[in-house]
């Protein structure tokens, strides 16, 4: 009986093995093949710029790309600053500080974070332009003509960066706060005890400390910032990301294009991996457990209101007052967001977010759980490559994507022509599937970084003791890391969903004919100076994005508790 029953065993163990080995390949190829969509945009890019020929590029450089480089430049110098004084600055005063009103402002300085930073130009624009009520109620109270005084304008370069500032200054502010929650009382007690007064202790000891979570968070908003269209295009600032765009509609100049898709893609990787240095240089090992964290000091007489006077201004700027402007606007617009043509737009919206949040995640999934199951260099450089796209803006993305598959689909025409004397058009240009490739390839770093964030809490003895119960890799996955990473997940399936709602410069270069969204119904209402119009679409998107920052604000709220 011994040796009849061991035969069964015999057999079934290397059919177990196949099985585990066929499902770790399997997860192992379609991850490769992930990481290889998002660094085809990259390479394609690369490529097409090369062989675009000498003469684009002697023409872009002697007409437009040293004022697109300068303007950008000048753009993320003044965002980069903003958003560090604004987003440290408050950090520092509801973390380190009490004052009146800092249990509010501490969870509502994340809203602003809803709000696109073309959605507020339009709203800002129709309050502070020339026909503005601004501008109207000076004239009529002075009696001044159009000539007769100076007004800042709001369509310029500073206009822009303020937008920028506006909406952006909360990922600095949430990354601050967290770096100054985590540090303990040793440092800053030693800073005061040796005669530094509290200023002096934030910038010599608590500053340096956070530095590599404020850099962080400054990248991020750079980054959004180069990678935005509709701000800069609509106040009429000439940066790389508009002259992508008018190189590829305007002038049909795919060259030119690729040329200067591959000069932001150069000028967003550059930034990256500086703050990559700077942060892996930097080592700070805070003194002290987290329990004796200093106690906030609390403010009284001017200081106290000047402290809530520099945390509520950014969010009446940046939410409470153009949520009033939207509303008033939408209000006389004529728009009818319950008719048929608005019902298409909101359907096309949700359906480009809804597929490319499900895809996303799964990809995310399947990058993360291949690093965790093969450790090693090959799933090291899958995460990494599919971080990338959070470096590449939208624009260089779509164009990257369209260069080779409309290369594809001609070449397959011109063959099926030859061969079957049959025409097959664009199979793949111009679809919803690309551009929802697209979208992967841009936001696949945020839905991944909240996947390995959650799946960080999965020990990996749980891994071992499925594996023991005889769990394939896949089994693992579906029955214990799904399981557990329910909240992560849906925080990923949020912030995707969201992000594709807000994105505008890759949806108007692929999206297919007839096929817009409400970010474009925005744009284009908002380009035809139609700016009552446009606030009813905008005001769609910031009530979607309003959902992660309510999350984000529950977090906030949960955690100082």
């Known amino acids: 009986m011994a040796e009849t029953t061991s035969v069964p065993r015999l057999g079934r163990a290397p059919s177990r093995r196949r099985t585990k080995a066929a499902g770790t390949r399997g997860l192992a190829t379609i991850a490769i093949l992930i990481a290889a969509l998002c660094l085809l945009p990259i390479v394609a890019v690369s490529l097409a710029a090369v062989t675009g020929g000498t003469d684009s590029v002697a023409h872009l450089w002697s ?44 969870i509502v300085l994340v809203l602003p974070l809803a709000f696109p930073a073309y959605v507020l130009a ?85 500053l340096p400390m956070a530095r590599p979570a404020i850099a962080g968070g400054v990248l991020l908003t750079v980054m959004e910032t180069i990678a935005d269209f509709g ?110 043509r608005y019902q298409a737009f909101l359907q096309n919206s949700l359906t480009l977010a809804t597929i490319a949040a499900v895809l996303t995640l799964c990809a995310a ?38 260069v080779p598959f409309a290369a594809f689909d001609n070449g397959l025409d011109a063959w099926m022509r030859a061969t079957f004397d049959v025409s097959t058009g664009l199979l ?13 390839v841009r936001f696949l770093a945020a839905a991944l970084g909240a996947y390995e964030g959650g799946q960080s809490t999965v020990h990996a003895n749980m891994d071992a003791a499925a594996r023991s119960l005889g769990q394939t890799p ?22 995707v969903f969201v992000d594709v ?15 817009d969204t409400l970010a474009v119904q925005a744009y284009r209402l908002a380009s035809d100076e139609r700016l009552e119009g446009a606030a009813v679409p905008s005001l769609v998107i910031v009530a979607v994005g309003l959902l992660p920052v309510i999350l984000i604000c529950r977090q906030v709220g949960r955690r100082q508790s």
Not at 85 to 99: D, P, Y
Not at 428 to 440: F, H, K, N, R
């Open 63 to 106: 007409t437009v790309l040293p004022r697109y480089t300068l303007t950008t430049i000048a753009l993320v110098a003044i965002v980069a600053t903003g958003t560090f004084t604004i987003g440290v600055g408050t950090a520092w005063l509801v973390t380190m500080t009490r004052f009146p009103g800092v249990r509010v402002l501490e």
């Open 122 to 206: 339009y709203a800002y624009t129709f309050v502070l332009d020339h026909p503005g009520i601004v501008q109207a109620t000076l004239r009529q109270v002075t009696g001044w003509g159009p000539r007769d005084y100076w007004f800042p304008e709001v369509r310029s370069l500073g206009g822009a960066a303020a937008m920028f500032i506006l909406v952006l200054y909360p990922y600095v502010y949430l990354l601050a706060r967290a770096a100054f929650l985590q540090q303990s009382s040793g440092a800053l007690l030693a800073a005061r005890t040796l005669g530094d007064s509290a200023w002096a202790a934030f910038w010599r000891v608590s």
């Open 231 to 340: 701000t800069v295009a609509y106040f009429g600032v000439q940066t790389f990301a508009t002259g992508i765009y008018t190189s590829w509609f305007s002038f049909a100049d795919r060259a030119g294009a690729a040329q200067l898709a591959l000069c932001l893609l150069a000028f967003a990787l550059i930034l990256a991996m500086a703050e990559r240095a700077q942060r892996g240089e930097a080592r700070f090992h805070h003194a002290g457990k987290r329990s004796m964290r200093l106690p906030p000091t609390p403010l009284k007489g001017w200081r106290a209101a000047a402290a809530t006077t520099f945390c509520t201004v950014p969010v009446l700027l940046g939410f409470a007052l153009p949520v009033v402007i939207l509303v008033s606007m939408g209000v006389g617009s004529g728009q009818d967001l319950f008719g048929r």
């Open 365 to 402: 999934i399947v990058i993360g759980f291949y690093q965790r199951q093969l450790p090693g260099r090959l799933s090291a450089g899958a995460a990494y490559v599919a971080r990338l796209g959070y470096a590449v803006p939208g624009g260089v993305i779509a164009v990257g994507l369209v």
């Open 428 to 440: 793949v240009t111009g679809s919803i599937w690309l551009l929802i490739a697209a979208y992967m």
């Open 474 to 495: 896949l089994g693992t996955l579906r029955r214990v890391h799904l399981p557990i990473l329910t909240p992560s997940l849906l925080t990923a399936l949020l912030i």
């Open 501 to 515: 709602m807000k994105e505008l410069p890759a949806t108007l270069i692929m999206r297919p004919f007839n096929y």
